[in-house]
């Protein structure tokens, strides 16, 4: 595709249960982010990943949250025994890992925990 | 610490008039600085960028902005609202490729 995908567009899930998150970035670009955007909060950074290094996993708010990505495509990030404060959009981002070069945001997924 | 700061949470302009958001950052290197812009249901898009050379910038749809050093600022301005720039406004600071550090964002609104 064009740009930047996402799925699900939203999510509804039960206290207590594991969701996967999914991203497919543009095609090329070698750094993925996925950010968090809470109820009235900016844009919350999880984790960064470039290439093949490591991944930058800072932000990621608890041990229940981590992320993989496949073959340098695809990404995956899943939060283990949701909680309603886990609520929120994930927004993934990709970049073709030119310094500064920005812009390429997915629409998000909503997720909803009850 | 890094941090951006987005003083005014929301502003409301009458269609027609000029616009200007507040965005001030802490960083500790020199900032790549951004502006985007997130429409109900939608993404962001990005407005403008900053990196380096000319301080001020031009942007999609109307919009600049203009960096100050000495100020620590990156104020977006558009000298005419349209009732369709109706959003909500981010100011990011980041360097090379590390992840960006986001405002809390403006919320804009366009009356008649």
């Known amino acids: 595709g064009a740009g930047v995908s996402q799925s699900p567009s939203n999510k509804v899930t039960e206290k207590g249960k594991d969701v996967e998150l999914r991203c497919d970035p543009i095609?090329?670009?070698?750094?993925l982010y996925w950010y968090r955007q809470s109820l009235g909060q900016g844009l919350e950074f999880l984790i960064y990943?470039?290439?093949?290094?490591?991944?930058?996993k800072s932000g990621l708010p608890s041990d229940r949250f981590s992320a993989e990505r496949t073959g340098g495509s695809v990404s995956t990030l899943t939060i283990q025994r949701t909680q309603q404060e886990d609520s929120a959009v994930y927004l993934c981002?990709?970049?073709?890992?030119?310094?500064?070069?920005?812009?390429?945001f997915g629409p998000g997924t909503r997720l909803t925990v009850l | 610490a890094q941090s951006v700061t987005q003083p005014d949470i929301h502003i409301t302009v009458s269609e027609g008039a000029s616009l200007e958001l507040r965005c001030n950052y802490s960083?500790?290197?020199?900032?790549?600085l951004f502006w985007y812009v997130q429409s109900p249901g939608q993404g962001l898009q990005l407005l403008l960028k900053?990196?380096?050379?000319?301080?001020l910038v031009q942007g999609i749809k109307g919009f600049e902005a203009e960096f100050k050093r000495s100020q620590s600022s990156f104020n977006l301005r558009k000298p005419s609202v349209h009732w369709s720039d109706a959003a909500e406004y981010f100011c990011?600071?980041?360097?090379?490729?590390?992840?960006?550090?986001f405002g809390k964002g403006t919320r804009l609104s366009v009356i008649a």
């Open positions: 900053y990196f380096s050379g000319d301080t």
């Open positions: 990943f470039q290439g093949n290094s490591a991944p930058d």
């Open positions: 981002a990709s970049s073709p890992g030119l310094a500064g070069v920005r812009g390429y």
């Open positions: 960083y500790g290197a020199t900032p790549y």
């Open positions: 990011a600071v980041g360097s090379g490729n590390t992840p960006l550090v």
């Open positions: 095609s090329g670009h070698t750094a």
